[in-house]
């Protein structure tokens, strides 16, 4: 291939290696010159052009990708039709990718005009996640070099996807008068939410003391109707002898390996009864955030049979992100920058229960009741506030005359709050990592009360959703990270952030504002229960 600045006159049959822009013309890197384009570009003045000619032996780019991408055993991998030299590879199945490392850098060393970036090995994919792509740097290249590079993929399976089959799951939880019931319940809702991705199923739920025989028999039921049992122990594994390993040998189990270089996930038990692999679930596993249990679940799901061998390989990449509810974090220092938290106030809603009159317009202590929520908001000093209006948007905006906010129209209300929602996180920019979510019916949250809950989130780290309690039952308002956004947009209908909320999996940091969480106003019998007076 030859690169260079070549005169228009001599083009014909080149390739643009930067497009070209003139009067009335517009030729794009890649395009190949024609009769009819130097003619046109003689005409618009432009003498010369940086493309390259193809050698013998030459190939183009997108012919390049295509070669090598012939090479991979297409099982559970999506193809992108190759462009500008790329094409992508997605997951068509959630499961396991697997890389050989070795087969992945002799690839990207035949050439540096030619290469393969792909995610970790053995990293977890939904259905249409992108786990590679191919990648011609030049226009063209020497055939064989796009030859040798696809010889090195059909040589073995390079890369692929393992898709999860559905297993029959086991629960075994142990008891001590410390731990609360309601946390052995949250564990096992979100234990169900992990085996969703599989497809499997939680067949029964054992509890019993913590003590080795009690364990051991409820081990011994589980794995006769099961593919795989996990045991909860109501106290951390510190030791090979401990109750959950010692209740598997008495199981008749054998104990593969004791502990695990993740972190989190570091007192693993992994270990089988029969044929039946068994885990001690390490005590991170109650938490929704990624960890070494979820790592060895993975591979279980996808068909493999990890061991001591595979467990104690896991050190390099095993350092995860820290649980911010961990009450020793290994690393207590601040973030780079501060966090970035919007406020969202929805105040679209049709107010279709109050007869006539409409809730936000009620007055509270003299003012309108969607002006007090967003004084709310803005007294908690968010990096801004969003109002987002519908219904009677006119008389709602003309409550808010002269705060600092940005007004956010929603033409779509009446088919329900998820078109608020999209409509305000859409507007949220780049920046933003976080936002918390008002409703602009609740008038006794106060500025103190959502500068907790934005308190909450920086402490944890900008990860965590956040939400207000009183006595310990959800409500309003809550703070939702940026790696939830993409989920919001994809509300639709009359729902909230509930739904997010419950299946995100992530941490869940509740703080308590006392009943203004609960309180908010649908009926005009509600809005002067809450000592407001209606206005229209």
Do not use: Y
Request: with cysteine.
């Amino acid at each position: 291939m030859i690169f260079g600045e070549i005169p228009v006159a001599e083009a014909v049959g080149t390739r643009l290696a930067h497009g070209v822009r003139a009067e009335g013309l517009s030729l794009h890197k890649g395009h190949v010159v024609t009769v009819e384009d130097r003619t046109a570009l003689a005409a618009a003045g432009v003498a010369t052009v940086i493309a390259v000619r193809l050698e013998e032996g030459d190939i183009g780019e997108d012919e390049a990708a295509a070669l090598i991408a012939a090479a991979i055993e297409p099982d559970h991998l999506a193809f992108t039709p190759p462009a500008t030299g790329r094409i992508n590879l997605h997951a068509k199945a959630n499961g396991l990718f697997i890389a050989d490392r070795a087969a992945i850098d002799r690839f990207n060393r035949i050439d540096s005009s030619i290469t393969i970036a792909t995610l970790p090995d053995h990293a977890g994919v939904s259905a249409g996640d992108m786990v590679a792509t191919i990648k011609i740097i030049p226009l063209a290249v020497p055939e064989r070099l796009a030859r040798a590079a696809a010889a090195v993929l059909a040589a073995g399976r390079a890369l692929e996807v393992k898709p999860f089959a559905a297993h029959r799951v086991g629960l075994v939880a142990s008891q001590l008068p410390t731990l609360k019931v309601s946390v052995m319940d949250k564990t096992r809702r979100l234990f169900e939410q992990r085996l969703h991705p599989s497809g499997s199923r939680l067949t029964d739920e054992i509890r019993v003391p913590h003590r080795t025989a009690e364990v051991a028999d409820a081990i011994r039921r589980a794995v006769r109707e099961n593919d795989l049992v996990v045991v909860f122990g109501a106290s951390a594994v510190t030791d090979a002898n401990d109750v959950i390993p010692a209740a598997i040998r008495a199981a008749g189990g054998i104990v593969e390996h004791v502990g695990m270089p993740v972190d989190p996930g570091n007192l693993l038990v992994l270990a089988r009864v029969g044929t039946v692999p068994v885990l001690g679930a390490p005590g991170c596993a109650r938490s929704p955030k990624e960890n070494g249990f979820d790592w060895v679940l993975a591979r279980i799901f996808a068909g493999e049979t990890p061991g001591s061998q595979e467990i104690t390989g896991m050190g390099v990449g095993g350092l995860l992100a820290e649980i911010p509810s961990r009450p020793q974090p290994r690393d207590l220092r601040a973030p780079e920058r501060p966090l970035s938290v919007a406020a969202l106030v929805l105040a679209a809603g049709r107010a279709s229960r109050m007869k006539g009159s409409h809730k936000l317009l009620a007055a509270f202590d003299g003012e309108a009741l969607v002006r007090r929520s967003v004084e709310a908001a803005l007294a908690a000093k968010p990096s801004r506030v969003l109002v987002v209006t519908g219904h009677r948007a006119e008389e709602i905006e003309a409550e808010l005359a002269g705060l600092a906010i940005d007004i956010v129209r929603n033409p779509d209300h009446a088919q329900g709050m998820s078109t608020s929602l999209r409509a305000g996180v859409s507007m949220l920019g780049p920046g933003c990592d976080g936002v918390v979510v008002m409703l602009a019916d609740m008038p006794h949250v106060t500025g103190a009360d959502v500068r907790m809950l934005l308190d909450a989130f920086a402490a944890a780290g900008g990860h965590a959703i956040v939400r207000a309690v009183s006595g310990g039952k959800r409500g309003n308002p809550v703070v939702l990270p940026r790696s939830t956004f993409a989920a919001i947009l994809h509300l639709e209908g009359d729902v909230g952030a509930r739904h997010i909320v419950e299946s995100a999996g992530l941490d869940v940091v509740d703080v308590e504002i006392g009943q203004a969480a609960h309180i908010d106003v649908d009926t005009p019998e509600a809005v002067v229960a809450a000592g407001g007076i209606l206005k229209g």
